[in-house]
T-cell receptor
Framework: AQSVAQPEDQVNVAEGNPLTVKCTYS??????LFWYVQYPNRGLQFLLK??????LVKGSYGFEAEFNKSQTSFHLKKPSALVSDSALYFC??????????????FGKGTHLIIQP | DGGITQSPKYLFRKEGQNVTLSCEQN?????MYWYRQDPGQGLRLIYY???????QKGDIAEGYSVSREKKESFPLTVTSAQKNPTAFYLC?????????????FGDGTRLSIL
């Protein structure tokens, strides 16, 4: 079975400061990991993914994420937050040893609030 | 522009009524998915389909049904057996493989009970 934990329901950051949104995962094999962002009453937008290779993954809108296998974490980061980054962020995982193309397992989401 | 279109944006269901949510994609993706989103619970998988005329139950399929007669379309029916249907429903599609492709999402349908 696969699972994702986002330990913080909400993260508050001042504009211009660095931000981190935490994610830990559990899979029986090796993970594919994804971050998505959701704005109110909209669908999810893909930000970045980790498949294999470099542990630091760069994505859209200046976001990046660091894969740490020993800590089973995939935290989302950005060096300088913008007010427009305020949204709901989801981490998702897929255990690629399972084969097939079934759905991702999502965390419960973290509300990111950037204060001007 | 390529993308996923979900309709209607808002839907109201009367007790005992079945309702159907539409999902159409022009991305030429083989795989399509339906998720349910409830506040504070993230997304939960209802059904998915990897190819036309084939679909599989997800984690919370009870009270829902789907069809996949065309590659572009994956409608979801919320039946009267689903006792708590109020939620935000999201459709997604992807290139099938071994789960390493990102999913593309529509803008959702919000279903409420009258």
């Amino acid at each position: 079975a696969q699972s994702v934990a986002q330990p913080e329901d909400q993260v508050n950051v001042a504009e211009g400061n660095p931000l981190t949104v935490k994610c830990t995962y559990s899979v029986s094999g090796n993970p594919y990991l994804f971050w998505y962002v959701q704005y109110p009453n909209r669908g999810l937008q893909f930000l970045l993914k980790y498949i294999t290779g470099d542990n630091l993954v760069k994505g859209s809108y200046g976001f990046e994420a660091e894969f740490n296998k020993s800590q089973t974490s995939f935290h989302l980061k950005k060096p300088s937050a913008l007010v427009s980054d305020s949204a709901l962020y989801f981490c998702a995982v897929r255990d690629y040893s399972g084969g097939g193309a079934d759905g991702l397992t999502f965390g419960k989401g973290t509300h990111l609030i950037i204060q001007p | 522009d390529g993308g996923i279109t979900q309709s209607p944006k808002y839907l109201f269901r009367k007790e005992g009524q079945n309702v159907t949510l539409s999902c159409e994609q022009n991305l030429n993706h083989d795989a399509m998915y339906w998720y349910r989103q409830d506040p504070g619970q993230g997304l939960r998988l209802i059904y998915y389909s990897q190819i036309v005329n084939d679909f599989q139950k997800g984690d919370i399929a009870e009270g829902y049904s789907v069809s996949r007669e065309k590659k572009e379309s994956f409608p979801l029916t919320v039946t009267s057996a689903q006792k708590n249907p109020t939620a935000f429903y999201l459709c997604a599609s992807s290139i099938p493989g071994y789960g390493n492709q990102p999913q593309h999402f529509g803008d959702g349908t919000r279903l409420s009970i009258l």
